[in-house]
């Protein structure tokens, strides 16, 4: 009987001791689980706030853009030509436009100017846009803050000496361009142009094709910027169809001096620049530059 009351103690015993290990392991197991929820909260934490950072860092480096086209209510474009190597069509060019009482941009590196100031001169005169389009025709993108400044201000006093007038337009080389680039544009007091309607000429696919081409864009609309340059094959023997095929289209052709908006716009995501009056009734650019 004594040995079947000891039995019975010891399972109790053991019992009791089974029970404390067992409500120890079980703490352990909900600390545990308490420990891996509140690490996976402070890393849920903590990757919002990375995303919210992300947000923010994004919206302040966000791209700045220069000007493609203008939302205008007017049947206007603006013709554009990049003057960096050769002149061998270039007063054949000034022929054919004041043959058509048109005027329109030249955008000049500093080594055009240097090598044909006679040009220059006689673009300026006959009344067209004179714009900057760097001094070495170099990837702006590459360049710093000061070797970029370098390269417009070079151009624009080689032009000033030249003429007295001063450039308030520039096309970075290759179209090239970054916040940099933009930034030391207008701090330059700079409007930075591109285009829309690329008319391909440097590819020389011929005189109809070129026509063809910018005529019949796809983008081509009011307020659009056509890119063309003075020293490609067929340009200056397609021009004076260029012109006449934008006009029985009804486009008044100007320079981009009066077609771009000088104070007061925004631009949206495609470099469209929109009139902050908001006078034609459509929506105003979502992002941009903002001059007043």
Same mark, same amino acid.
């Given at each position: 009987?004594?040995?079947?009351?000891?039995?019975?103690?010891?399972?109790?015993?053991?019992?009791?001791?089974?029970?404390?290990?067992?409500?120890?392991?079980?703490?352990?197991?909900?600390?545990?689980l308490i420990l891996?929820?509140?690490?996976?909260?402070?890393?849920?934490?903590?990757?919002?706030?990375?995303?919210?950072?992300?947000?923010?860092?994004?919206?302040?480096?966000?791209?700045?853009?220069?000007?493609?086209?203008?939302?205008?209510?007017?049947?206007?474009?603006?013709?554009?030509?990049?003057?960096?190597?050769?002149?061998?069509?270039?007063?054949?060019?000034?022929?054919?436009?004041?043959?058509?009482?048109?005027?329109?941009?030249?955008?000049?590196?500093?080594?055009?100017?240097?090598?044909?100031?006679?040009?220059?001169?006689?673009?300026?005169?006959?009344?067209?846009? @004179?714009? #900057?389009?760097?001094? =070495? +025709? &170099?990837?702006?993108?590459?360049? $710093?803050?000061?070797? /970029?400044?370098?390269?417009?201000?070079?151009?624009?006093?080689?032009?000033?000496?030249?003429?007295?007038?001063?450039?308030?337009?520039?096309?970075?080389?290759?179209?090239?361009?970054?916040?940099?680039?933009?930034?030391?544009?207008?701090?330059?007091?700079?409007h930075c142009i591109?285009?829309?309607?690329?008319?391909?000429?440097?590819?020389?696919?011929?005189?109809?094709? @070129?026509? #063809?081409?910018?005529? =019949? +864009? &796809?983008?081509?609309?009011?307020? $659009?910027?056509?890119? /063309?340059?003075?020293?490609?094959?067929?340009?200056?023997?397609?021009?004076?169809?260029?012109?006449?095929?934008?006009?029985?289209?009804?486009?008044?052709?100007?320079?981009?001096?009066?077609?771009?908006?000088?104070?007061n716009y925004q631009?949206?995501?495609?470099?469209?620049?929109?009139?902050?009056?908001?006078?034609?009734?459509?929506?105003?650019?979502?992002?941009?530059?903002?001059? #007043?």
């Amino acid at each position: 009987m004594k040995n079947l009351e000891n039995q019975k103690d010891n399972i109790t015993e053991n019992n009791d001791t089974y029970n404390v290990e067992y409500v120890k392991k079980d703490t352990r197991i909900k600390y545990f689980l308490i420990l891996c929820a509140a690490g996976l909260i402070i890393l849920a934490l903590m990757n919002k706030k990375e995303c919210i950072t992300e947000t923010i860092n994004a919206a302040v480096t966000q791209k700045k853009l220069p000007i493609y086209c203008v939302n205008t209510d007017k049947k206007q474009v603006a013709l554009s030509f990049d003057a960096a190597w050769g002149n061998e069509d270039t007063r054949h060019i000034l022929d054919v436009l004041e043959k058509n009482n048109v005027k329109v941009t030249f955008f000049m590196t500093g080594g055009w100017v240097e090598k044909f100031p006679d040009d220059v001169k006689a673009i300026a005169k006959a009344g067209h846009d @004179l714009g #900057n389009h760097s001094e =070495n +025709h &170099k990837q702006m993108s590459k360049l $710093s803050n000061e070797e /970029c400044r370098d390269e417009i201000m070079k151009t624009h006093e080689k032009v000033k000496k030249l003429t007295g007038k001063e450039m308030i337009l520039f096309r970075p080389p290759y179209g090239d361009y970054n916040n940099t680039v933009i930034d030391v544009v207008n701090s330059l007091g700079y409007h930075c142009i591109q285009w829309d309607v690329d008319s391909l000429d440097w590819k020389n696919y011929g005189v109809e094709n @070129l026509i #063809n081409t910018v005529v =019949n +864009h &796809k983008h081509l609309g009011n307020g $659009s910027i056509i890119l /063309c340059h003075n020293g490609a094959k067929y340009t200056a023997q397609a021009l004076d169809s260029i012109i006449k095929g934008l006009k029985e289209k009804g486009y008044e052709i100007v320079p981009i001096s009066k077609l771009i908006y000088k104070k007061n716009y925004q631009m949206d995501h495609e470099g469209r620049q929109f009139s902050v009056e908001g006078n034609d009734g459509t929506e105003k650019g979502v992002e941009g530059k903002k001059v #007043n």
